[in-house]
């Protein structure tokens, strides 16, 4: 009886130091785009397996870069996050624990929409998991935190304004 309490003791251990882990996070995929043109290319050349996983190592990747390797090193903790294919307006945009991505824009994207797709995976995953300075820290400053995740990933976007042009400091 002893040998089987101490394994039922294990057990509840191991399992409480798992739970608390950043392996923890439950990412959950709606593709609300059906057969639109952007819902059928997200379905073949994206799907929602790459989803999951770019979701997990996109939080994998945010916590190294950002050295937050335990629960107990983040700031933020949501215990599950959302992603939202739709047809609308614009590209991405995160709302709490939710990120939307507008599936017109991944029919229109001309190019491997696969590493585009990550890499607004991981920009949006940044505004999921960073503070926002309680609503007081400029706009710039916030996205320019998740610009720079998603170009410290290798996924920067084909386009953007290359180093050296644009015309303002913050364009290249």
């Known amino acids: 009886m002893a040998k089987h309490m101490l394994l039922l003791s294990s057990l509840v251990i191991l399992s409480t130091i798992s739970c608390h882990g950043i392996d923890a996070v439950d990412f959950f995929m709606n593709n609300n785009a059906g057969n639109s043109a952007g819902g059928v290319r997200f379905s073949g050349e994206i799907s929602l ?8 190592s996109a939080t994998e990747f945010i916590g190294k870069i950002f050295q937050q390797t ?5 700031k933020k903790y ?14 991405t945009f995160s709302s709490k624990n939710k990120i ?5 824009y991944l029919a229109e994207f001309d190019g491997n929409v696969s590493w585009e797709f990550a890499g607004l995976i991981y920009l949006e995953m940044t505004h999921i998991w960073k503070w926002k300075g309680k609503g007081q820290a400029p706009g710039g400053l916030i996205e320019g935190i998740a ?6 990933s290798g996924l920067a976007s084909s386009l953007w304004v290359r180093s050296g042009e644009g015309d303002w400091w913050d364009q290249g």
């Open 49 to 56: 397996n790459y989803s999951r996983r770019t979701l997990a």
């Open 70 to 74: 335990t629960l107990a090193d983040w």
């Open 100 to 104: 939307h991505l507008n599936a017109n």
């Open 147 to 152: 610009d720079f995740v998603r170009l410290k």
């Open 78 to 91: 949501v215990r599950n996050v959302t992603l939202i294919i739709e047809n609308g307006e614009g590209v």
